[in-house]
Antibody, heavy 119, light 107 residues
């Protein structure tokens, strides 16, 4: 089955860390750039970060730069988002998304995992 | 960073109506513009890529146009399943920005 499945969300106190994972199946994961996109409750979509197909390049939104890191394991078909120094404004559903090589659109999304930053 | 604006913020329409949403970039993005549909509690789905190309499996009532800084998205005849929020998204050198979204609801 062709899908992306996120895990690792939960409730975390401000200033603490959390690691999200996205497991890919049903396609050749190592060929695809991957992204994380988040959506705060009742708000719009916010791009968070990108990692290239081979893990050699990554970029971050200014709102998370220096606090979040992204990595991937092409042998396990997973991409991970390590979040540290979490803030209330990081509360959101976090989706991983696949970038289509030809169109550069995000043609596959996971259902998301909820992260709540609260004391 | 490139900023994206969309208008209107929301609109009310009836089944069969023609609906048009506009999206503007703060600088020239060529045709690096995609459109997504999102329904409540669901992940977004890609409808249009590179400004005017219909994603495989997307009905032909959806269309997109524009280049540079000004883009449009049209639903030629609104169907019941089209009530949703629509987002434009630009992609410039691996940095991505979404527009604020346009909610299309029932008149």
């Amino acid at each position: 089955q062709v899908q992306l499945v996120e895990s690792g969300g939960g409730v975390v106190q401000p200033g603490r860390s959390l690691r999200l994972s996205c497991a890919a199946s049903g396609f050749n994961f190592r060929n695809y750039n991957m992204h994380w996109v988040r959506q705060a409750p009742g708000k719009g979509l916010e791009w968070v970060t990108f990692i290239s197909f081979d893990g050699s390049n990554s970029y971050f939104a200014d709102s998370v730069k220096g606090r979040f890191t992204i990595s991937r394991d092409n042998s396990r078909n997973t991409v991970s988002l390590q979040m540290s120094s979490l803030r209330g404004e990081d509360t959101a559903v976090y989706h991983c998304a696949r970038e289509a090589p030809s169109s550069r659109g995000f043609d596959m999304w996971g259902q998301g995992t909820m992260v709540t930053v609260s004391s | 960073d490139i900023q994206m604006t969309q208008s209107p913020f929301s609109l009310s329409a009836a089944v069969g109506d023609r609906v048009t949403i506009t999206c503007q970039a703060s600088q020239d993005i060529n045709n690096n513009l995609n459109w997504y549909q999102q329904k409540p509690g669901k992940a977004p789905t890609l409808l249009i890529y590179a400004a005017s190309n219909l994603e495989i499996g997307v009905p032909s009532r959806f269309s997109g146009g524009g280049s540079g800084t000004d883009f449009s998205f049209t639903i030629s005849s609104l169907q019941p399943e089209d009530f949703a929020t629509y987002y434009c998204q630009q992609y410039d050198n691996f940095r991505v920005t979404f527009g604020p979204g346009t909610k299309v609801d029932v008149k």
